[in-house]
């Protein structure tokens, strides 16, 4: 079982920017990120595949980029121009087998995920 752990959850202001950043206990090379409000499942955000290839929710494009280093074996979230409803627990998520997935914003195609950090943003 591949051990993740996320860092870089803070509170910002709207139109702020942070750095979210999730290091895995062993190699893998497809990453997502997730975030969850209270009463409502977790969404994906975005995600990146062995050859680096990108997806993103369509609320967080030209906002959010996603970013990895296989030889740090972590991957990064880097978050621009905050809203309000980016406030949430944000997981990073991995599955160590797999090079790219089918549905990379689906929580069901990952088998290991971090504790989460919390985004609070404020208006």
């Known amino acids: 079982q591949v051990q993740l752990v996320e860092s870089g959850g803070d509170s910002v202001q709207a139109g702020g920017s942070l750095r979210l950043s999730c290091v895995a206990s062993q190699r893998t090379y497809v990453w997502g990120w997730f975030r969850q409000t209270p009463g409502q499942e977790r969404e994906g955000v975005a995600s990146i595949d062995r050859l680096g290839c990108t997806t993103y929710m369509n609320d967080v494009k030209g906002r959010f980029i996603i970013s990895k280093d296989d030889y740090k074996n972590s991957v990064y979230l880097q978050v621009n121009n905050t809203k309000p409803e980016d406030t949430g627990v944000y997981y990073c998520?991995?599955?160590?087998?797999?090079?790219?997935?089918?549905?990379?914003?689906?929580?069901?195609?990952?088998?290991?995920w971090g504790q989460g950090t919390q985004i609070t943003v404020s208006s």
């Open positions: 998520a991995t599955d160590p087998r797999a090079a790219k997935l089918a549905r990379p914003l689906e929580s069901a195609e990952y088998t290991s």
